[in-house]
């Protein structure tokens, strides 16, 4: 997938869209029928898929508007994850960040357009929630939690000795040496502190990032078109801006940049070394895809889709440090580098108001509170959140009508650590 259809729907006003229930796909009615009335069809050649309210519909079905490649979950039988369902999680209240009234966690449900829930604790099922387009069957867009789990195979690599963190990137793809990626490290990739002239500002028309988007695209090109045709030879193009290592600086193509690292390494792409290191080893329900472009090469910066409960299982598995029903599936020092975070002086400088002392490594956000969370985080709400401390992992998949996390963290941190404390407290 073209990482702006996934990344890049603009910035909008949520307090001038239709709530949660009035924007339900179920209700508009989008792609029911046999065939849908006119009005109700979402699909190529049409563009505007993942805008709002469509994008509630699209989020479940990236499958049907674009080419994708499989993360097989193999040919073993689901490992059912243990439940133990508590009700009372629902009544569970907090405060927003910045103040105003308390709000229980179900009333958050609907104000972050919550798609699908489930928290883990202590390894059971305690709560799930499915609204929207998803059900317990269906996938889901993780948009840039891909970006976390594609660092994590990377961790694991360095932790095995199979990835030099400290290698420069040229030397391990030469085709990128006189790109601005090529004398970054793998570490300073990983933690994005690249200095790179490239802009993801959708709302400035000369952005790097719409190059990007007509390169990284399977569809057929205009005839007219001269720029690169895939994430590969755009990655060439990247220029260098300013110093390496001094600010974190958000940007996807450090993630594409990293997923071609590891399939140079390991001989495999990024999907189908999740699949061996991961997805068939865990007991997954469903089989993963990721988008591609147009050679089938996986979007490692945000392009899965997967179940709900088998994000969690994923989640599950960093918690416990990479140990799974007694066996080792990779080592424990993969997790405890992405734990130890990354440079907070050069997190600061990026100006996360709601992440205050917050880093970044491995492509995993580290909070540094009290109870050690971290998570994996993607737009319009997705995200997989770890407190060790609470022995608690949540995942949730959302279609809010804002792209950036900023517009529902102050409804969704806050809640996160009430349930963390409220699991704690009925122990």
Known sequence: MACGTLLGAAALAAD???DAAASDPR??????????????????PDTDYFGFPKLRWTVCHFRELLPTRRVSRGLGAPIPLVTDLDPGIDAVTFTPLGGGEPMTWEAALEVNYTDGLVILHRGRLVYEHYAGCLD???VHGAMSVTKSLTGLLAEILVAEGALDEDARVGELLPELAESGFGD???????????GLAFSEDYADPEAEIWAYNAAASPLPKPADYQGPRTYYEFLATVR??????????YRTINTD??????ARTTGQSVSDLLSERIWQRLGAEQSAYFTVDSIGTPFAGGGLSAGLRDLARVGQLVLDEGEFQGQRLFPAEAVQRIRRGGDPAAFA???????????YRGMWWLLHNAHGAFAARGVHGQTIYIDPTAEMVIVRFASHPVAANAANDSTSLPAYQAVAEYLMGRD
């Open 27 to 44: 209700t508009l009615g989008w792609m029911q029928g046999f065939p849908p009335p006119p009005e109700r069809i979402i699909g190529q």
């Open 240 to 249: 260098p801006e300013g110093a390496h290592g001094e600010a974190f600086g």
């Open 184 to 194: 970054a490290t793998v570490r300073q990739v990983m933690e994005m502190t690249t």
């Open 136 to 138: 317990e069957t269906g």
């Open 16 to 18: 001038d869209l239709p």
């Open 257 to 262: 940049a990293l997923g071609w690292i590891i």
């Open 349 to 359: 400088r990026a100006g996360y108001a709601n992440l205050p002392g917050g880093s």
